[in-house]
T-cell receptor
Framework: KQEVTQIPAALSVPEGENLVLNCSFT??????LQWFRQDPGKGLTSLLL?????REQTSGRLNASLDKSSGRSTLYIAASQPGDSATYLC???????????FGGGTRVLVKP | EPEVTQTPSHQVTQMGQEVILRCVPI?????FYWYRQILGQKVEFLVS????????KSEIFDDQFSVERPDGSNFTLKIRSTKLEDSAMYFC??????????????FGPGTRLTVL
């Protein structure tokens, strides 16, 4: 059974610092991995999807890397801003099936 | 930009009552999902739906739950007899067909269900 873990559970950084968010998964037979942003009491906004055959994916200040064999993904957010404060979730889709299995999220606070 | 919509945003019900949560997926999408998030816990998969039938479901999705696509646009989740532990945020998601360049699942804003 796939288990997805995100450490740390919470992170506080000063504005302008780069953010590094970690995601690990136990079963490397994944199809893809998605990173989401969740604001308090709100839905999930998809940030990046990285296919199992890819090593990284970029969108603006966001960069996600994937090391499937070691069961890890990292989301980098460059030059953080207070508006980046949110919870960031990673989720994996297995090679068999199409559901997403989520990590518990990392709650990020960017202080002005 | 197309988005998944859900109604209502908040539903309060008495234990034992039936509730129907409604979703309008993105119009050209073919795969539909329900997930839920109990306060302070992980987002959990409930069910996926494709070609007018359930394609996958979790252990949570027991006989008390059902899904339906009653017309070309709506996708509903019914809970027949709600329990206190059904209180959660319920998210609908959809994605387009596999083989296209993106397999992104797009999520709606959620329905907060409170069972009293």
């Amino acid at each position: 059974k796939q288990e997805v873990t995100q450490i740390p559970a919470a992170l506080s950084v000063p504005e302008g610092e780069n953010l590094v968010l970690n995601c690990s998964f136990t079963d490397s037979a994944i199809y893809n991995l998605q990173w989401f942003r969740q604001d308090p009491g709100k839905g999930l906004t998809s940030l990046l999807l990285i296919q199992s055959s890819q090593r990284e994916q970029t969108s603006g200040r966001l960069n996600a890397s994937l090391d499937k064999s070691s069961g890890r993904s990292t989301l980098y957010i460059a030059a953080s801003q207070p508006g980046d404060s949110a919870t960031y979730l990673c989720a994996v889709r297995q090679a068999a099936g199409n559901k997403l299995t989520f990590g518990g999220g990392t709650r990020v606070l960017v202080k002005p | 930009e197309p988005e998944v919509t859900q109604t209502p945003s908040h539903q309060v019900t008495q234990m034992g009552q039936e509730v129907i949560l409604r979703c309008v997926p993105i119009s050209n999408h073919l795969y539909f999902y329900w997930y839920r998030q109990i306060l302070g816990q992980k987002v959990e998969f409930l069910v996926s739906f494709y070609n007018n039938e359930i394609s996958e479901k979790s252990e949570i999705f027991d006989d008390q739950f059902s899904v339906e696509r009653p017309d070309g646009s709506n996708f509903t989740l019914k809970i027949r007899s709600t329990k206190l532990e059904d209180s959660a945020m319920y998210f609908c998601a959809s994605r387009t067909q596999s083989g296209v360049s993106t397999d992104t699942q797009y999520f709606g804003p959620g329905t907060r269900l409170t069972v009293l």
